[in-house]
């Protein structure tokens, strides 16, 4: 499994960022999907989900309204939009999936990627 996420970057408050996941190694189409943030000294924290058809998904309530999660299973990618950025969304961003391995799920990381907001 390997997970490698873009689009990171530095942006001042209001402006917007659109984060990849670019996944690798088992069938995507097939599982549901998340990002995840950590800023520093805070424990990572679910952003968003998105069910493995799309038509599901969930947001932290810090973020609804202003992120969006989106997947397409023909390019096994995963999106996070980010708008109205806010300096308190400065973290890591990292994309995650939870696979099923001998009846134990267990948690695939890509290597994250730097989101910094500030004026």
């Known amino acids: 499994v390997q997970l490698v996420e873009s689009g990171g970057g530095s942006v001042q408050p209001g402006g917007s960022l659109r984060l990849s996941c670019a996944a690798s190694?088992?069938?995507?189409?097939?599982?549901?999907m998340n990002w995840y943030r950590q800023a520093p000294g805070k424990e990572r924290d679910l952003v968003a989900g998105?069910?493995?058809?799309?038509?599901?998904?969930n947001y932290a309530y810090a973020v609804k309204g202003r992120f969006t999660i989106s997947r397409d299973n023909a390019k096994n990618t995963v999106y996070l939009q980010m708008n109205s950025l806010k300096p308190e969304d400065t973290a890591v961003y990292y994309c995650?999936?939870?696979?099923?391995?001998?009846?134990?799920?267990?948690?695939?990381w890509g290597q994250g990627t730097q989101v910094t907001v500030s004026s």
């Open positions: 995650n999936v939870k696979i099923l391995q001998t009846g134990v799920p267990r948690d695939y």
């Open positions: 190694g088992f069938s995507f189409r097939y599982y549901g």
């Open positions: 998105i069910s493995k058809g799309g038509d599901t998904t």
